[in-house]
């Protein structure tokens, strides 16, 4: 079912995309690092990048976004669905993309998903 336009709420989305901002840049900084300087794959450099969103995002998340405490092991469940989601959609486009290029054309979606499973399953008034 799809959301009324007029029912979103804007002020909120614009904090989730700042925050949700400056996280991916420190996510995506480790994750290029990890796959230039340590010659990790791409699917532990995800993981590693997950990791620190993970423990970074969830207070941040709660404090400036949702202004509510949240659940942290929902928060672990619904980042491990969007992480393998992540991982097997670079697997199936990283042979066109490059492994740099495919997890910045999958940003839209894995942020669009993830404000959803944070304001439906983790951030619950």
């Known amino acids: 079912m799809m959301t009324?336009?007029?029912?979103?709420?804007?002020?909120?989305?614009?904090r989730f995309l700042?925050?949700?901002?400056?996280?991916?840049?420190?996510?995506?900084?480790v994750y290029f690092l990890a796959l230039y300087w340590l010659k990790w794959p791409y699917y532990i450099a995800s993981a590693a990048s997950i990791v620190l969103g993970i423990a970074v995002g969830f207070k941040a998340h709660g404090a400036f976004v949702f202004g509510s405490a949240g659940s942290f092991w929902r928060y672990v469940l619904c980042w491990s669905l969007i992480y393998a989601g992540n991982t097997l959609m670079i697997a199936l486009i990283r042979e066109q993309t490059g492994d740099y290029w495919a997890q910045i054309i999958l940003l839209p979606f894995t942020t669009a998903l993830s404000f959803y499973l944070m304001k439906k399953l983790v951030y619950l008034k």
């Open 18 to 29: 700042v925050v949700g901002g400056l996280n991916t840049a420190l996510s995506l900084g």
């Open 4 to 14: 009324d336009l007029k029912t979103v709420d804007w002020h909120r989305l614009l």
